[in-house]
């Protein structure tokens, strides 16, 4: 019986703990979920053994992330729902193969795919150019996309609206640590959000009164001393079912104006 109730306590904080993330009232999850308040309540204090299904009903009304889902169960004392290969496994050969196609796709404008800590797994060749104006050892693996983006001696240094970019980016990965509580990511947030960059404040007047259809763009200035405009799109694999491959992202640049593409084109590449 001590044995049942410690696995319970364990269970239901972090259950109660995601669902205050999320900034839902008992109330509010039960009726999402289709259940009682006063059965939440009894599964959140320990005084109820949720079954693997519940737990997972309720982890999919607070879209909870795969890999914290087995946390979950395996809190509860239940196995593990959700997968977890290496990106070379062969099973997901068809994953591997789909990125490809992407990246390969997307030339010659600069594609990445990065995991749930923003380190970079792939990327294509376009990417050569963008890898030339950063400091070799921030391209030492694991190469962190975050690092080169913002770092002083990365990409930052030849991004033009370098407030505005950051303040995109650590936005992302503030959302990031609010949903997931990964302390890793937090650890990371912590380091990127010191890198000195001039302070942006949003304006949504601004940028109305601009007339632009995509924002933020990103301004680099080029080694020779032109500017190329991008904007950015983000892809994620929207039906997985397995750790790994729910935490890819496809990043994704494309130039804002002619003027960009044609220099993409005949940029070098490494």
Known sequence: ????????????????????????????????????????????????RPSAQMLLLLAEQLEIPFRERNHLLLAAGHAPAFPQRSLEDPELTPVREALDLILTGHEPYPAAVVDRYWNVVAGNAAMGAVAALVDEELLEPPVNAMRVGLHPRGL?????????????????????????????????LEEVAAYPAPEYQHDPAAVAAAGEI????????????RELSFFATVATFGTAAEVTTSELSIELAFPADAATAEMLRNLPRR
Do not use: C
């Open 156 to 188: 930052a240094r030849s991004i033009v609206n370098l407030g505005e970019v950051r303040a995109y980016f650590v936005g992302r990965l503030e959302r990031q640590v609010a949903l997931t509580g990964d302390e890793k990511l937090a650890e990371l």
């Open 1 to 48: 019986m001590t044995a049942a109730v410690n696995i319970q306590s364990r269970a239901g904080p972090l259950l109660r703990e995601w669902r205050k993330r999320q900034r839902l009232s008992q109330l509010e999850l039960a009726l999402d979920a289709g259940i009682s308040a006063r059965h939440l309540s009894f599964i959140e204090t320990g005084r109820s």
């Open 214 to 225: 995509l924002t933020p763009l990103m301004r680099l200035r080029a080694p020779d001393g």
